[in-house]
């Protein structure tokens, strides 16, 4: 055996328990999921092949699934563009060099380093209805009091507060270190040319941060579409409340997808409804990597 | 020279190949449904001892006292037979009981035992328990007329039964006897009302409300406790599964009109504002950490199985009755939240197996029942056998009354927890329930919903069984 093959072979060897694994626990329960996704499948018996009929009767048959969509649609809509401007905004201030900054990093950031389950519960004790601190807030400055996860109306903005106070902190960090990348030449020549410090964010700096908001914007929106464990403790730790939320309203896809699979034990539509969410957030990936040509700016890139 | 490295080399596709071959294979082989087995099982070590493994769903520490006196006085009956199990409740490794026993059953190595907190009649439909009644037909104290008939009933499925019921908990009217003191309502559980509708009346007696808001409640109807559903249904003179001909009756007459009624009480006596009712208390729980109105003294009645009694601290008097039935029913009838035993299927050894739940669920539940007061299924335990923590609270002649209150009971047990669909079934109801008392839905349209939508279920089951 040469020199060059024993290397190879060394290579692979190396990498192999991370293809091996990639291969068993990623790609192999994928390929599954498409083929569980064609059959009637109860776990403990062997799948039986129907075709095509899950998803028929997911999109005809089904009211849930089409509320799942919308409650999902709606979260994604709204919590979306919200963590994309909390997180940036808070990355902004973050980046000013000011006495204890290295404090405010760390506190901004612990939320998205506690479990979701505790924020979750914790949430929860802040917004009930009767005794949470939220009701009392505004009950002290003559607001009425909210039904927050008990109410239709409340329960998906409930969702979303709780979705922010978590889910803004890692792209926060990785605003901060995209501003941080920001060539202080530029800035410095900006300023040569009379801008004010508006004219330095908006013509400078946003443009130069691109590529950031893109990766956050991608990464976000694929994980709100895949919301599961706020909205499935919420609903099943709030006492007296509905499985999925008052009338439904907090029953997002992934919860829908999970009650399916391991409370009514149809795996294979299950399966369907993965696969439906995987084409989906395949879709939306390309579009938003094709509209990326349009708006993000890489530095030292050829003008199109 | 180049050629001959060049043959010598593995391509990175022909590796990659190779490689995605090999984990395939490997997992497929380790994810395919096992053959069925012939539950036989390896033959006991040479001394004759067979070790059975028991999936313990049990944490509390209670439970974990009592469980290992029960495990111990089975294995000095039975010197051959050895339990392993863990403690701490929940399958060895953790994760969620259900899922693990599942995922197991599919992989071939189940556990021989299993504690289960839904019906046997669900998994037995599903294909992931064994059949029993060969091994009742000869059992000592397990025989198919030792247990009540209706709790029983919710480990059959379509004539063959899945498990054994330990406990049957049985729900009752709990009332705060010094809210009735306070309001000089000389009350006791004969002189209870027996109809829904001399409930009502008494409730109004108690219930206040402020700018349309609750402020104190009588009775509150118990639209979130999703297994008391066919205890209401059959307390109306209706049904909600018809077991015996696999046919929902959602939106019978009887369960339109039970709807109707809570939802016209809601409106008539609360304010009918779904929402504010919500906002106004934690109708839902008897638990003070979870802010219940009935712990609070907001409400003075509240339906719960008879497992409250020590698990709670009320800090108030209180007493038990009857449920009252419905303008469409003739007798109350009682719920139950059983305990079950179960042997998932494929267990290697289960005649030892069906010893082991057998005695758990019989002459050991005695035992349990001594610490913890869930009363238990099988007939034959003793009607003197009281549970220590509340002959604590109330006085051993109290507790020992009663004790017999809840098992007497249990002779009007409604059937319940006897589909194979019976979470779904009872999700879908509640959706439908909440929209009617929410005004977004007659009781007729969202019963005809609801009906439409489980026995489409529950068909789609059948087929796949």
Redesign the interface.
């Known amino acids: 055996?040469?020199r060059?093959?024993r290397d190879?072979?060394r290579a692979?060897l190396f990498v192999?328990p991370w293809?091996?694994s990639l291969?068993?626990f990623t790609?192999?329960p994928m390929l599954?999921s498409f083929y569980f996704s064609m059959t009637?499948y109860?776990?403990?018996?062997?799948p039986?092949w129907i075709g095509l009929e899950n998803f028929r009767v997911m999109f005809t048959?089904d009211?849930l699934f089409w509320v799942a969509v919308w409650n999902t649609l709606y979260y994604t809509v709204v919590s979306v563009p919200l963590q994309m401007l909390v997180a940036l905004f808070l990355a902004t201030l973050l980046n000013l060099s000011t006495r204890g900054i290295g404090f405010y990093r760390t506190a901004f950031y612990l939320p998205a380093l506690v479990p979701a389950v505790v924020t979750t519960l914790l949430w929860m004790l802040i917004l009930?209805?009767?005794?949470g601190l939220a009701n009392a807030a505004l009950e002290a400055v003559g607001l009425p009091?909210?039904?927050w996860m008990?109410?239709?109306a409340w329960s998906k903005p409930s969702l979303i507060i709780i979705a922010l106070w978590t889910g803004v902190g890692q792209p926060m960090l990785i605003f901060l270190a995209g501003l941080k990348n920001v060539p202080q030449s530029l800035l410095e020549a900006a300023i040569i040319d009379g801008t004010n410090a508006w004219q330095r964010y908006w013509r400078v700096i946003i443009p130069l941060l691109t590529p950031t908001i893109f990766f956050n914007l991608l990464i976000t929106l694929i994980a709100s579409f895949q919301v599961f464990t706020t909205a499935f403790v919420a609903t099943a730790s709030a006492?007296?409340?509905?499985?999925?939320g008052?009338?439904?309203s907090m029953l997002v896809y992934m919860v829908h997808l999970y009650?399916q699979g391991?409370?009514?034990?149809?795996m294979g539509y299950a399966s369907a409804m993965a696969v439906v969410l995987f084409l989906v957030l395949v879709v939306l990936t390309l579009i938003l990597v094709r509209s990326s040509r349009e708006w993000v700016h890489y530095e030292g890139a050829s003008p199109r | 020279m180049e050629t001959d490295v060049k043959r010598n080399l593995i391509s990175r596709r022909h590796f990659l190949r190779l490689t995605g071959m090999a984990a395939g294979v490997a997992a497929l082989a380790a994810c395919a449904p096992s053959a069925p087995s012939a539950q036989t099982g390896p033959p006991a070590s040479a001394d004759g001892q067979v070790t059975i493994s028991w999936w313990n769903g049990f944490s509390t520490p209670t439970v974990q006292e009592i469980a290992p006196q029960i495990v111990g006085e089975f294995e000095r009956m039975h010197p051959n037979i050895k339990i392993d199990y863990e403690i701490s409740g929940g399958p060895p490794g953790g994760g969620n009981l259900t899922e693990v026993m599942l995922s197991r059953i599919a992989a071939g190595n189940p556990p021989d035992t299993i504690t289960l907190w839904d019906a046997p009649s669900q998994y037995g439909a599903l294909g992931a328990l064994t059949a029993i009644d060969e091994f009742m037909a000869q059992a000592t104290y397990a025989t198919p007329d030792a247990f009540y008939e209706n709790v029983l009933n919710t480990c059959k499925w379509q004539g063959r039964t899945y498990g054994l019921p330990a406990s049957a908990a049985a729900a009752a009217m709990f009332f705060n006897t010094d809210l009735f003191a306070e309001k000089g309502i000389a009350m006791t559980r004969e002189t209870f009302p027996t109809t829904w509708d001399e409930l009502r009346a008494l409730s109004d007696e108690f219930t206040v409300l402020e700018n349309g808001e609750v402020k104190q409640a009588g009775f509150m109807p118990p639209w979130s406790a999703t297994w008391l559903y066919p205890v209401w249904s059959v307390l109306n003179g209706g049904l909600i599964f018809d077991a015996a001909n696999t046919l929902y009756t959602v939106n019978s007459p009887e369960n339109i009109a039970w709807i109707e009624y809570w939802a016209n009480w809601l409106d008539e006596a609360y304010g009918g504002n779904f929402e504010r009712i919500n906002i106004a208390g934690n109708w839902g729980s008897a638990y003070p950490d979870q802010n219940s109105a009935f712990y609070n003294q907001l409400s003075s009645m509240f339906v719960d199985g008879g497992w409250i009694m020590t698990d709670i601290d009320f800090p108030f008097e209180w007493e038990v009755a009857k449920l009252p039935y419905g303008p469409m029913g003739t007798k109350t009838a009682s719920g139950y939240w059983p305990n079950w035993f179960a042997m998932p299927k494929g267990g290697l050894h289960p005649t030892e197996s069906f010893l082991f739940i057998e005695y758990f669920c019989t002459k050991g539940w005695e035992t349990w029942y001594r610490a913890i007061p869930d009363t238990p299924a099988w007939k034959g335990a003793s009607r003197d056998v009281v549970t220590q923590a509340l002959i604590d609270k109330v006085g051993e002649e109290r507790a020992l009354e009663l004790h017999r209150f809840f098992l007497d009971y249990l002779e009007d047990s409604a059937p319940m927890w006897d589909s194979p669909v019976n979470a779904f079934a009872m999700d879908t109801l509640q959706t439908a329930i909440e929209s009617v008392l929410g005004k977004v839905k007659s009781a007729r349209a969202a019963m005809d919903e609801a009906q439409a939508l489980i026995q489409a279920k529950l068909e789609e089951t059948l087929r796949a069984g």
Do not use: C, E, H, Q
């Not at chain 1, 109860?42 to 062997?46: A, L, N, Q, Y």
């Not at chain 1, 009930?128 to 005794?131: H, S, V, W």
């Open positions: 055996m040469s060059k093959t190879n072979l692979y192999s293809l091996i291969l068993v790609a192999y599954a009637r109860t776990i403990v018996r062997p039986v048959k009211d009930d209805p009767r005794a009091k909210l039904g008990y109410s239709v006492s007296g409340a509905s499985p999925a008052p009338l439904n009650r391991f409370s009514y034990f149809a």
